[in-house]
Nanobody
């Protein structure tokens, strides 16, 4: 059973940095595209960044130049380096993974709060 576990969230001041990690502690299946989503209170979940198994990345316009997604295929782990954080980045961040064309695997979410 796939079990995605996120870590690295927390409280940070504006302009600060955080690094999120998401690892599969279940089956260790090989994943295809992996991604980070976020959901702020009262808003829909939105895609933050994605990365294919080959390393091609796609970032939302709102995070371009500030966030960077990466992965370690050997560890089935995806990362999100977040720099120059803004209060509007406050949200619960979710890891998502795809396998055999189904992007059905989600982590439990980790809270990121950007506030002074």
């Amino acid at each position: 059973q796939v079990l995605l576990v996120e870590s690295g969230g927390g409280l940070v001041q504006p302009g600060g940095s955080l690094r999120l990690s998401c690892a599969d502690s279940g089956t260790m299946f090989s994943f295809g595209t992996m991604a980070w989503y976020r959901q702020a209170p009262g808003k829909q979940r939105e895609l933050v960044a994605s990365i294919t198994s080959g390393g091609t990345t796609n970032d939302a316009d709102s995070v371009k130049g500030r966030f960077a997604i990466s992965r370690d295929n050997a560890k089935n782990t995806v990362y999100l380096q977040m720099n120059s954080l803004k209060p509007e980045d406050t949200a619960v961040y979710y890891c998502n993974a795809c396998r055999l064309g189904q992007c059905a695997y989600w982590g439990q979410g980790t809270q990121v709060t950007v506030s002074s």
